[in-house]
């Protein structure tokens, strides 16, 4: 896998494509995830995902946001280099943006 550093501005709420490896790091997909925060070259992104019984809630505006399928939100967080994003494919509606929003605070209360 080849890549470049990007040259993409990337904001909160965004819908990015960028490549995730498989569990046994054999290989990756280029796999969607909403970028939730940003610390330096860094940021923090929850995966999306087309299977609906793999996710906590589903996007209700996904086409708005970009995706080709009815998607949902992972109950996850990741951390990736800017440079690993492929590209910008949306944005988060504001219905949408609420729904991540409600869950973010549930999911990192103790």
């Known amino acids: 896998m080849t890549l470049t ?21 054999t290989s990756h997909k280029v796999r969607p995830a909403i970028v939730v925060g940003r610390n330096g070259i860094d940021f923090f992104l929850v995966p999306v995902s087309s ?14 946001a970009g995706l080709n399928a009815p998607s949902g939100v ?22 949408d943006r609420q729904s991540l929003d409600e869950r973010l605070r549930t999911w990192l209360r103790f």
């Open 51 to 64: 299977v609906l019984s793999n996710t906590d809630f589903l996007l209700q505006e996904w086409q708005g």
């Open 74 to 95: 992972k109950a996850q967080l990741a951390t990736v280099e800017e440079r690993l994003v492929v590209k910008i494919i949306g944005t988060v509606t504001a219905v």
């Open 5 to 25: 550093t990007s040259s993409m501005t990337c904001s909160r709420n965004d819908v990015v494509l960028l490549p995730i490896p498989f569990t046994d790091l």
